[in-house]
């Protein structure tokens, strides 16, 4: 709909050093993957920012275009229902990566801290500062509210060892986008061994976030 | 997730507790007998009645019983028991353990300890010979009696709960209240309330301070 009825450029390139070029369906398309994928996974994943930026053009192109075309009521307002739409998806994607940003603040931290110099950092450049800023607000509050009361063997706190991991052995449900073959799944209780399964195409699952956690980064699977 | 303020959640049930978790504080303050294996020098002075006197320093003899906090506990303990040695309370005991397969919905959990679940999954740090009977005897307790759980918290709209909270230990009533704000939100939605902007349940007293301030 958005290609045809509002003249709409049908090709959407990629900000990133690929020049991978997208229909915007395809980029609605990407972005609700992602958004599933953050709201179902327990710790933070990679940073979207391509998309977000894409989405966020798409947005004010059809924006644009709505102003100018005046004829049919009708039309305009389906238009920008579509928009609002886009836009809660986008916003609540934004929102749940912020919450696990604060809920594991430190440990995210130290991750961008020891990252390799080709992965793939998980946090924009805005994320990265926001989370730097809620540390350090963190660590002034307590040190104001507590720690500068106690005798001076006890003034600091391990935030690292005080904040909860995010819990990786955690159940989800997903689909399988691409087959795998031979995945090793570790046991759960004591009795049981390590054993292989094979994950066919369009299959569904349950099962630790630990043993597919690589396969929602790469985007083989699609968590539900 | 449209909440303004995300409480630490208890890691009770996990591996460790969370320090920052108030229910793990909570749970852990419950105490717990334990007998201790080698004297401890001026203690005497906190357990009156265990203290061997003045005269050897206020000690507390070897081999005294007490009744000590899970975290106390916890810190004293050493893998080769130097220190204290643990007993089990009774409701993890074979009797009890008894009862709990026999019917688990009829016991009431919050009399027994209201953090039954949290107490025994950090109990089994203790290394007791029974921890395998233990564990088991806490995941068939839950299992048997999840079933009401969420029936009762799914069904009772609008109405007064503390008649089917009643027998719940803590961490069962966490999952009752998440039960019905699940299904609150559900009607709120389905009434159409939930575009309706409240006010933050942060800053709802704000406006009533502020009153009294301006009443002195």
């Given at each position: 709909m958005m290609t045809e009825e509002l003249d709409v450029s049908g090709q959407d390139s990629d900000g990133g050093s690929e020049e991978v070029v997208l229909t915007?369906?395809?980029?609605?398309?990407?972005?609700?993957?992602?958004?599933?994928?953050?709201?179902?996974?327990?710790?933070?994943?990679?940073?979207?920012?391509?998309?977000?930026e894409c989405v966020i053009e798409q947005l004010d192109h059809m924006e644009e275009n709505l102003r100018r075309a005046k004829k049919g009521d009708l039309k305009v307002s389906i238009h920008q229902m579509e928009m609002e739409r886009i836009r809660y998806v986008l916003s609540s994607y934004l929102r749940c990566r912020l919450m696990k940003i604060e809920k594991f603040f430190p440990h995210i931290l130290e991750k961008e801290k020891t990252r390799g110099e080709g992965e793939p950092?998980?946090?924009?450049?805005?994320?990265?500062?926001?989370?730097?800023?809620?540390?350090?607000?963190?660590?002034?509050?307590?040190k104001n509210v507590a720690l500068k009361h106690m005798p001076p063997n006890l003034q600091k706190v391990d935030l690292l060892k005080a904040v909860p991991k995010?819990?990786?052995?955690?159940?989800?449900?997903?689909?399988v986008k691409e087959r795998q073959e031979n995945?090793?799944?570790?046991?759960?209780?004591?009795?049981?061994?390590?054993?292989?399964?094979?994950?066919e195409e369009g299959s569904q699952h349950l099962i630790r976030y630990k043993t597919i956690a690589p396969l929602v980064a790469s985007g083989a699977v699609q968590l539900i | 997730?449209?909440?303004?303020?995300?409480?630490?959640?208890?890691?009770?049930?996990?591996?460790?507790?969370?320090?920052?978790?108030?229910?793990?504080?909570?749970?852990?303050?419950?105490?717990?007998?334990?007998?201790?294996?080698?004297?401890?020098?001026?203690?005497?002075?906190?357990?009156?009645?265990?203290?061997?006197?003045?005269?050897?320093?206020?000690?507390?003899?070897?081999?005294?019983?007490?009744?000590?906090?899970?975290?106390?506990?916890?810190?004293?303990?050493?893998?080769?028991?130097?220190?204290?040695?643990?007993?089990?309370?009774?409701?993890?005991?074979?009797?009890?353990?008894?009862?709990?397969?026999?019917?688990?919905?009829?016991?009431?959990?919050?009399?027994?300890?209201?953090h039954f679940y949290g107490f025994g999954s950090q109990l089994l740090h203790f290394d007791s010979p029974e921890n395998a009977d233990i564990s088991?005897?806490?995941?068939?307790?839950?299992?048997?009696?999840?079933?009401?759980?969420?029936?009762?918290?799914?069904?009772?709209?609008?109405?007064?709960?503390?008649?089917?909270?009643?027998?719940?230990?803590?961490?069962?009533?966490?999952?009752?209240?998440?039960?019905?704000?699940?299904?609150?939100?559900?009607?709120c939605w389905e009434k159409g309330q939930a575009s309706q902007i409240t006010a933050s349940n942060l800053v709802q007293n704000y406006k009533k301070r502020k009153f009294t301030d301006m009443e002195d």
């Open positions: 915007p369906a395809e980029l609605i398309d990407r972005l609700e993957q992602a958004w599933m994928n953050e709201k179902f996974a327990p710790e933070l994943l990679e940073t979207k920012s391509e998309i977000v950092s998980s946090l924009s450049p805005e994320e990265f500062a926001f989370a730097k800023e809620y540390m350090t607000n963190t660590e002034t509050y307590l995010p819990d990786l052995d955690s159940y989800v449900f997903l689909r995945l090793l799944v570790e046991p759960e209780t004591d009795e049981q061994r390590d054993y292989v399964i094979d994950l | 997730m449209s909440e303004a303020y995300f409480r630490v959640e208890s890691g009770a049930l996990g591996p460790e507790e969370n320090f920052l978790s108030l229910d793990d504080i909570l749970m852990s303050h419950e105490k717990l007998p334990v007998r201790t294996e080698i004297p401890m020098p001026r203690l005497g002075a906190f357990f009156l009645d265990r203290s061997g006197g003045s005269e050897t320093d206020n000690a507390i003899p070897q081999g005294s019983k007490l009744e000590l906090p899970l975290w106390l506990a916890k810190g004293l303990f050493d893998n080769k028991r130097r220190i204290l040695s643990v007993e089990l309370p009774k409701i993890y005991q074979e009797g009890w353990r008894t009862v709990f397969s026999a019917d688990a919905n009829v016991v009431d959990l919050h009399k027994m300890g209201p088991q005897s806490l995941l068939q307790t839950f299992i048997g009696r999840f079933r009401r759980i969420m029936d009762s918290s799914q069904n009772a709209y609008n109405e007064d709960t503390s008649a089917l909270v009643a027998r719940l230990d803590e961490m069962e009533r966490g999952l009752f209240q998440t039960g019905q704000k699940g299904l609150n939100d559900f009607q």
